[in-house]
């Protein structure tokens, strides 16, 4: 082969592919382009004539990416080889690109579907895409690749395939890439396994739980139209230290020292520790809130006087916490609560949706322009083999149950013990090996992908528990030392404090750590709802009549296959009706929000058809199917929204009387 020709070639297609490549994942293509002379991988024509190449690994040896004689067949080979690559397997992930021979082919052999790549090295990426021409696949996203080398790189190109990997995924090591970066190619092979538990744990609780929330958030609607928003925190301490106080067992170490942070920095508690922290005399500014279950009622008994704690709510929450809070609130905006009022202009201010109230807490820290944010009490993990902070509400009730063959200590462990079937280990920030569970796993996934979008300094003052990516790990007596000292004589907690000036808050900030007031329109807020609501059950009147005059010709049509005069009539009728629903798009995505499963049934579906080699009458037979089940079960969910609605309308007449 002519060494100029192969050039010119090598470069018409790496031209193709970054083109394709810049139009879905532009971050990827101008690290590609950018990569300097040294970098870049020197690719040669092999026997057979086809390109291969070498890299250098770390130990100084080098190894072959594709082989030199046909690596066009060792890559069907290859491809031939893979187990349990069924029609039923949705989404390949390839560890290593190698040059690229392998992915091609598998390309090639799948009829739909999707291929992810993981590929620690950039030069490696470049290498391949002046090899194979993928630009078309690139182009129909059905090829995504990752440069990753750890965790946290892969969240950004995989989040947007998060329902793609749930429909079933094989994970494959292509061997040339393994043999060359060993380490790295395990690091992504764990990286994606603990990704995917992620997605998993997050995409079931969605699921489960979308009736419950848009439940939570109707009902509270009266709390949501009566308190202000977060608005006016906007940056109130920015450049300020902010303390997030969850309630994880190595706060026993070190939670006194909040003492010294009262009245002049914030102190942002999760809703588990305020009784806690109330009786150690700690008094924090904002207590964060959005769990689902009516078991938190709870942590809001017997308080005392809270006029001074101002709960940050999302309006998911159960309905039982606003209903039972005795203090001041402020909520968080919710796009479904806005689309719901959508006649109301609605001053609410969101945040980012909190898997725990940990993270709304780091969340309200980041909105409240803190820096550096310090988690305190933040283990994630059963650090010295014990679950809960000592003093929280789950221990008071324990405490029945206490006896001298029973202690505190034995139901701690008991308590980890049950969770048996989901343990694994994790590293600790001491460097050695502790125990989580899968849902804490989870919660220090989401943590890290936080801390790697968040441009601000964040310290881990918890002094136990999991590492967490991208934290600066500090004792809290060292942060306070640093970034907020205290004059010697001087009292801690006094507006006397000689730091004032250097770490404490500003005074907007000063302003605005006043509890807030109930806003004093509410009831006119309050009775503008019911008119909007009453706007919105029509409209569901009128999508359930469209669903009725859908659903039978869909019915039928799956009976006239065969007659294509009949079930091109049966077609016609259905299609009137369902054209009607784009004049009714706002209660169809209401609808959509209250049973997600249909949304997923549906996807699932059309990406299972995708893989299909099918004839017409099969098709149309499996896409009759796919509709007839979308519709019956959007019908179940305007029956449940109007349910829902009706008793909305309820607790907002009696709010606004």
């Given at each position: 082969m002519d060494v100029v020709a192969t050039a010119h070639q090598k470069q018409q297609t790496f031209i193709r592919n970054l083109r394709a490549l810049r139009?879905?994942?532009?971050?990827?293509?101008?690290?590609?382009?950018?990569?300097?002379?040294?970098?870049?991988?020197?690719?040669?024509?092999?026997?057979?004539?086809q390109l291969t190449g070498r890299i250098r690994c770390q130990d100084g040896q080098e190894v072959l990416l594709a082989s030199r004689y046909d690596p066009v067949a060792e890559a069907a080979r290859w491809v031939d080889g893979l187990e349990g690559l069924s029609a039923e397997v949705h989404t390949v992930v390839v560890v290593g690109m190698g040059l690229g021979y392998h992915v091609a082919e598998l390309l090639k052999r799948r009829r739909g579907g999707l291929v992810v790549v993981l590929e620690p090295s950039a030069a490696v990426v470049q290498a391949a895409l002046r090899c194979v021409d993928v630009a078309g696949d690139l182009g129909l996203r059905r090829l995504v690749v990752a440069v990753a080398r750890g965790r946290e790189e892969l969240f950004g190109p995989l989040a947007v395939h998060n329902i793609e990997l749930m429909l079933g995924a094989r994970l494959a090591q292509h061997p040339a890439s393994g043999r060359a970066q060993p380490a790295a190619c395990a690091e992504l092979r764990q990286a994606y396994i603990d990704y995917l538990q992620f997605v998993r744990s997050?995409?079931?609780?969605?699921?489960?739980?979308?009736?419950?929330?848009?439940?939570?958030?109707?009902?509270?609607?009266?709390?949501?139209?009566?308190?202000?928003g977060v608005q006016e925190l906007k940056d109130a301490w920015a450049g300020k230290p902010g303390f997030c106080v969850a309630a994880g067992p190595s706060l026993r170490k070190n939670m006194h020292l909040l003492r010294a942070v009262q009245g002049r920095l914030p102190i942002i508690a999760v809703q588990t520790l305020l009784k806690t922290l109330l009786a150690a005399e700690i008094r924090p500014n904002f207590v964060t809130t959005l769990d689902y279950s009516p078991q938190s009622q709870r942590f809001y008994q017997d308080l005392g006087d809270v006029s001074d704690v101002t709960l940050i709510a999302e309006p998911k929450v159960n309905s039982i916490v606003p209903d039972h809070w005795p203090g001041p609130m402020r909520m968080v905006a919710n796009s479904f609560g806005q689309r719901v009022l959508r006649e109301m202009d609605d001053p609410h201010a969101a945040l980012p949706a909190g898997a725990t109230v940990a993270h709304l807490s780091f969340y309200l820290a980041r909105y409240l322009g803190c820096d550096p944010i310090v988690l305190v009490g933040q283990d994630l993990g059963f650090d010295g083999n014990v679950y809960y902070a000592p003093g929280t509400?789950?221990?008071?009730?324990?405490?029945?149950?206490?006896?001298?063959?029973?202690?505190?200590?034995?139901?701690?462990?008991?308590?980890?013990?049950?969770?048996?079937?989901?343990?694994?280990?994790?590293?600790?920030?001491?460097?050695?090996?502790?125990?989580?569970?899968?849902?804490?796993?989870?919660?220090?996934?989401?943590?890290e992908r936080d801390i790697a979008d968040?441009?601000?300094?964040?310290?881990?003052?918890?002094?136990?528990?999991?590492?967490?990516?991208?934290?600066?790990?500090?004792?809290?007596?060292?942060?306070?030392?640093?970034?907020?000292?205290?004059?010697?004589?001087?009292?801690?907690?006094?507006?006397?404090?000689?730091?004032?000036?250097?770490?404490?808050?500003?005074?907007?900030?000063?302003?605005?750590?006043?509890?807030?007031?109930?806003?004093?329109?509410?009831?006119?807020?309050?009775?503008?709802?019911?008119?909007?609501?009453?706007?919105?059950?029509?409209?569901?009147?009128?999508?359930?009549?469209?669903?009725?005059?859908?659903?039978?010709?869909?019915?039928?049509?799956?009976?006239?296959?065969?007659?294509?005069?009949?079930?091109?009539?049966?077609?016609?009728?259905?299609?009137?009706?369902?054209?009607?629903?784009?004049?009714?798009?706002?209660?169809?995505?209401?609808?959509?929000?209250v049973v997600q499963l249909a949304e997923l049934k549906r996807v699932q579906m059309d990406k299972a058809l995708d893989r299909k080699e099918l004839d017409e009458i099969a098709e149309r037979r499996e896409q009759l199917a796919r509709d007839i089940q979308y519709v019956s079960i959007l019908q179940e969910g305007i029956t449940c929204l109007r349910g829902l609605i009706d008793e909305a309308i309820v607790r907002l007449e009696e709010k606004a009387a």
């Open positions: 139009a879905v994942q532009p971050d990827l293509a101008g690290r590609l382009a950018e990569l300097s002379d040294d970098e870049v991988i020197s690719l040669a024509p092999g026997i057979g004539g997050t995409l079931v609780t969605t699921l489960h739980i979308s009736e419950t929330t848009c439940a939570n958030i109707l009902r509270n609607l009266p709390a949501y139209l009566t308190w202000p509400p789950i221990q008071r009730a324990w405490s029945a149950e206490l006896n001298r063959f029973n202690s505190m200590e034995m139901m701690e462990w008991q308590r980890i013990a049950r969770l048996r079937g989901v343990l694994q280990k994790v590293t600790d920030i001491h460097g050695r090996q502790i125990y989580t569970d899968a849902q804490m796993f989870t919660y220090l996934q989401q943590f968040t441009p601000t300094t964040v310290i881990d003052a918890t002094e136990g528990g999991a590492r967490i990516a991208g934290t600066e790990v500090m004792a809290l007596k060292d942060v306070l030392e640093k970034y907020c000292p205290v004059e010697s004589g001087k009292r801690c907690g006094t507006a006397a404090l000689g730091c004032a000036e250097n770490a404490g808050p500003s005074a907007l900030a000063n302003s605005l750590a006043a509890p807030p007031q109930p806003l004093p329109d509410a009831a006119q807020r309050c009775r503008q709802a019911v008119a909007s609501l009453r706007e919105r059950l029509s409209e569901l009147d009128r999508m359930d009549e469209i669903c009725r005059h859908v659903l039978k010709p869909l019915r039928q049509m799956t009976d006239a296959l065969d007659d294509a005069e009949r079930f091109n009539h049966l077609h016609a009728r259905m299609n009137r009706w369902r054209l009607k629903i784009d004049e009714l798009k706002e209660i169809y995505h209401l609808v959509s929000d």
